[in-house]
């Protein structure tokens, strides 16, 4: 089972940028797809992005498309996702998640490990 920590959460002004990270250990980092998901206070945990084993495939959703990238560096066993444009309603625990086989899903009941979270708050 992989163990993922992330990092790099914290507090930036409206129009800011920020880079969270998630490094993971145990098991072979490249035979997982990763994704990234948020959770705001009183709301459900939903999908922000996701990558492929490899990185060929992405998908973000609506609200942070042309602003966050979703990459990983297989090498140094972490994803990213740099976020540009912040906006405040971006402010939420961010948190990562590893899904193992080899089809690319969204879906957070299909990933199989989760980091503990980092906070991202955008002030406006």
């Known amino acids: 089972q992989v163990q993922l920590v992330e990092s790099g959460g914290g507090l930036v002004q409206a129009g800011g940028s920020l880079r969270v990270s998630c490094a993971a250990s145990?098991?072979?980092?490249?035979?997982?797809?990763m994704g990234w998901f948020r959770q705001a206070p009183g709301q459900e945990r939903d999908v922000v992005a996701a990558?492929?084993?490899?990185?060929?495939?992405?998908y973000y959703t609506d609200s942070v498309n042309g602003r966050f990238t979703i990459s990983r560096d297989n090498a140094k066993n972490t994803v990213y996702l740099q976020m540009n444009s912040l906006k405040p309603e971006d402010t939420a625990v961010y948190y990562c998640?590893?899904?193992?086989?080899?089809?690319?899903?969204?879906?957070?009941?299909?990933?199989?490990?989760w980091g503990q979270g980092t906070q991202v708050t955008v002030s406006s």
């Open positions: 998640a590893a899904r193992s086989g080899t089809v690319f899903d969204i879906r957070q009941g299909s990933y199989d490990a």
């Open positions: 145990g098991r072979t980092f490249s035979s997982y797809a």
């Open positions: 990558i492929s084993r490899s990185g060929g495939i992405t």
